[in-house]
C-alpha cells in the first residue's frame, strides 16, 4: 500500500512569505501529526487532526496552522516566514492515534532565506 | 521544559559489540514508549515500543528495557550491523495520545 506522501520534497522561501505544505497519509487513516525537525532539537510536536478536527496542539506560534480534509489529508500553513522556520517537516498518520500505528512521510525540507 | 530526554547526541560502536541507546523521562504518566530510526533523508521509521505495564520487550536483535522507578529506558542492539547507523528518537505517549519525542542519538557502528 502506498506510504505517507508529502509535497514538495524541498522547498525555498523568503522570509516574510507565507508556505503550505501537504500530506496525504496512508489509505484508511484518519489522524495525520505534524513535527518540525531542526538540528539539536528533535521533533518537535506541531499539532494532530483527526476526522478533520485539531485534537492536539504543540508549543508552537499562531503562525503555524494546519487543516485536514474529508478524505483525511492534512495541509500545513506557516505564515510570515521566519529564519528560524528553516527544518524538516514530518508527518505522520495512523489509523487513530499513537504508538506503534504512527508512519512518517519522507518530510519537506524548508529552508527560509 | 524537555520530558523525553537523550543526553547522548552522538554513540560509536564497533561492528558486532551490542549497542545501548539510553532515554530518561520526567512524566510518570506516560502509557507507551517507542524508539524509531531514521536515516538521512527518510522520515522515522518504528522499531519497538514498550507498554508502561512492562520491564523488557525483544524482537529480533533489539530489546527494550523499561526501569520505572528510573524513568528510565534503554534500548539495546546486538549485535550492531552497518545498517543499524542511524538517527534513533526515544518517544513517549501520553494519555492525550500525543507522542513526545526526544532529541535523538546518532549511531555510528564501526567496521
Known amino acids: 500500500k502506498a506510504g505517507v506522501t508529502q509535497t514538495p520534497r524541498y522547498l525555498i522561501k523568503t522570509r516574510g512569505q507565507q508556505v503550505t505544505l501537504s500530506c496525504s497519509p496512508i489509505s484508511g487513516h484518519r489522524s495525520v501529526s505534524w513535527y518540525q525537525q531542526t538540528p539539536g532539537q528533535g521533533l518537535q510536536f506541531l499539532f494532530e487532526?483527526?476526522?478533520?478536527?485539531?485534537?492536539n496542539k504543540g508549543n508552537f506560534p499562531g503562525r503555524f496552522s494546519g487543516r485536514q480534509f474529508s478524505n483525511s489529508r492534512s495541509e500545513m500553513n506557516v505564515s510570515t516566514l521566519e529564519l528560524g522556520d528553516s527544518a524538516l517537516y514530518l508527518c505522520?498518520?495512523?489509523?487513530?492515534?499513537?504508538?506503534?500505528?504512527?508512519?512518517f512521510g519522507s518530510g519537506t525540507r524548508l529552508t527560509v532565506v | 521544559d524537555q520530558q523525553v530526554k537523550q543526553n547522548s547526541p552522538s554513540l560509536s560502536v564497533q561492528e558486532g559489540r551490542i549497542s545501548i541507546l539510553n532515554c530518561d523521562y520526567t512524566?510518570?504518566?506516560?502509557?507507551?514508549f517507542l524508539w524509531y530510526k531514521k536515516y538521512p533523508a527518510e522520515g522515522p521509521t518504528f522499531l519497538i515500543s514498550i507498554s508502561s505495564i512492562k520491564d523488557k520487550n525483544e524482537d529480533g536483535r533489539f530489546t527494550v528495557f523499561l526501569n520505572k522507578s528510573a524513568k528510565h529506558l534503554s534500548l539495546h542492539i546486538v549485535p550492531s550491523q552497518p545498517g543499524d547507523s542511524a538517527v534513533y528518537f526515544c518517544a513517549a505517549e501520553n494519555r492525550d495520545d500525543k507522542i513526545i519525542f526526544g532529541k535523538g542519538t546518532r549511531l555510528h557502528i564501526l567496521p
Open positions: 487532526y483527526f476526522s478533520e478536527t485539531q485534537r
Open positions: 512524566n510518570s504518566m506516560f502509557d507507551y
Open positions: 505522520a498518520s495512523s489509523r487513530s492515534s499513537g504508538f506503534s500505528g504512527y508512519t
